[in-house]
C-alpha cells in the first residue's frame, strides 16, 4: 500500500506527534507498505536547538520525505515551522500516487492534504492529536470566542476527512458538541516499548543516577516547557515535599519559552538545588534519565495523550497526574495517582506516598508496564493496516 503522511510536525522538532507518526511509518513499511511524507523545512538553527545533526532522519529505504517551504512562527518549543506549497509541491505528490492520504494536523501542511485528497480524488483519514481550545485559553483578547473559532475550524477540517481518529475519547467528546460527523475511532499513538523498558538492576540505577547528577529521589518530567504544562503546579508541590523528603529532586526533559519563568518561581521558593533543568535531551539519554529516576509527573491540561508519560510507564515509572482531558483515561489502571488540575498540596501528598512507598511505586510502574504492551508499533500498525484498507474499500465503492 502506498500512504503519503502529511504533517506541521516532524523531525526534528520536540514534538509527540512527530514521534508517533515516525514510529509508525517504521513499521508500517515492514508490513510490505510504503510511506511518503511531507513535513515543513526546518533550518539548521532547529537542528541545533534539538542538538542533533542536520541531517535527514534515518529511516527506512521504503519511507520518503518532501520538506515544504516554510517560515518560523513562535511556538512553545521554538523550533515551529509554517509550511506553504506551490505547484511543484502539488505535481510530487500527483508522481508519488499514493492509494491513501494521511494527514496529522489541520494548518499548512493539513490544509495541503486536502487539496491533494480532492484533487487526485484519494481518500483521506485524519488524526486529531490536539486540544486546540486549551492553547487559546492564555490570548489575552476573547480565549473564549478564539476557542469557538478555533473549534469551529477542527471540525470543518476533519468532517472533511472520510474517517478519523484521536488517541483519546477527550478528543470526540468536544469536536461532537461543534458539530463533527464523521466515522471515527479511539487509536493510541503507538509506545515504542521494545526501547523504552524498565532499568534492569539497582546497580545500573544507582550508575545513571550519579550520570545524571542526581542525587536523592527522583520525579521526572519531559516534553515542552510551555504554559499550557502547568510544570509550575509540579514545581510548587517539590517546595511541600522537600520538606519532607530533603534529598527529593525534580529533573526536567526538554526546552521551552516558558522556561525563565521556571527558573523564577524555583528561586522565589528557595528550591533551586532540588529542581534540575536537563536541557533537550535525545532519545537514548531520556531512556536512561527515566530508569535513573522513581516517578514522572504530569500537570498539564492540554493533553490529548502524553507521549512522554507513555514512554515513562513502559520504563514501569508510576505516574502522578490531573484529572484533564486524556490523562484519567490512561491513568485509571491501577498505574498512578490522578489529583484535580492546579492542586499542588494534593499533587505533592501523592509524590510523598509513592517516595515512601517503595513496593506501592513498583506495582504501579508494573501496572503502567502492562497497559502500554497493548500499544506498541506492531500493534497499531495493525490497527491502521486495517483502517487504511477499509477506507480505500469504502471510497471505491462510493465513487
Request: charged content about 20%; aromatic content about 12%.
Amino acid at each position: 500500500m502506498k500512504i503519503a503522511i502529511f504533517s506541521d510536525n516532524f523531525y526534528p522538532e520536540l514534538s509527540g506527534i512527530a514521534d508517533s507518526i515516525i514510529s509508525l511509518a517504521k513499521e508500517l513499511v515492514r508490513h510490505e507498505n510504503t510511506i511518503d511524507f511531507f513535513v515543513p523545512y526546518y533550518t539548521n538553527k532547529n537542528y541545533a536547538d534539538a542538538n542533533v545533526p542536520v541531517k535527514e532522519i534515518d529511516l527506512e529505504n521504503s519511507v520518503t520525505v518532501t520538506h515544504l517551504p516554510s517560515i518560523s512562527y513562535p511556538s512553545p518549543t521554538l523550533q515551529g515551522r509554517l509550511a506553504f506549497w506551490n505547484k511543484s509541491i502539488i505535481k510530487i505528490i500527483k508522481d508519488k500516487d499514493p492509494e491513501i492520504i494521511h494527514t496529522q494536523l489541520f494548518f499548512g501542511v493539513g490544509l495541503l492534504a486536502l487539496k491533494a485528497s480532492r484533487l487526485f480524488k484519494k481518500p483521506i483519514v485524519g488524526t486529531n492529536h490536539t486540544a486546540i481550545t486549551e492553547f487559546a485559553r492564555y490570548w489575552v483578547f476573547g480565549p473564549a470566542f478564539l476557542s469557538w473559532i478555533l473549534m469551529k475550524y477542527v471540525v470543518w477540517y476533519y468532517n472533511k476527512c472520510d474517517f478519523v481518529t484521536a488517541p483519546s475519547q477527550s478528543v470526540f467528546d468536544e469536536m461532537i458538541k461543534y458539530g463533527f460527523k464523521k466515522p471515527h475511532m479511539v487509536v493510541s499513538n503507538p509506545i515504542e516499548v521494545g526501547e523504552f523498558s524498565p532499568v534492569p538492576s539497582l546497580e545500573r540505577y544507582q550508575e545513571l543516577k550519579t550520570n545524571f547528577g542526581l542525587i536523592g529521589p527522583t520525579i521526572v518530567y519531559a516534553g515542552r516547557i510551555a504554559e499550557e504544562k502547568n510544570i509550575e503546579v509540579i514545581i510548587k508541590a517539590m517546595a511541600i515535599v522537600v520538606k519532607t523528603i530533603p534529598d527529593a529532586q525534580f529533573a526536567i526533559a526538554g526546552h521551552g519559552m516558558y522556561q525563565k519563568k521556571l527558573e523564577e518561581l524555583i528561586k522565589s521558593l528557595g528550591i533551586v538545588s532540588s529542581v534540575k533543568f536537563m536541557g533537550f535531551l535525545s532519545k537514548q539519554r531520556l531512556i536512561e534519565l527515566y530508569k535513573a529516576s522513581d516517578i514522572f509527573a504530569v500537570a498539564s491540561t492540554s493533553e490529548t495523550q502524553n507521549m512522554n508519560m507513555m514512554q515513562a510507564m513502559a520504563t514501569a515509572l508510576p505516574i502522578v497526574g490531573v484529572r484533564a482531558r486524556a490523562l484519567p483515561e490512561y491513568l485509571g489502571h491501577g498505574n498512578g495517582f490522578v489529583v484535580e488540575p492546579g492542586d499542588s498540596s494534593a499533587f505533592a501528598e501523592k509524590l510523598i506516598i509513592l517516595l515512601k512507598d517503595t513496593g506501592m511505586r513498583k506495582n504501579m510502574g508494573l501496572k503502567g508496564l502492562e497497559l502500554v504492551q497493548s500499544f506498541s508499533p506492531e500493534k497499531i500498525a495493525r490497527i491502521w493496516q486495517e483502517i487504511y484498507q477499509k477506507t480505500i474499500l469504502g471510497y471505491n465503492k462510493a465513487i
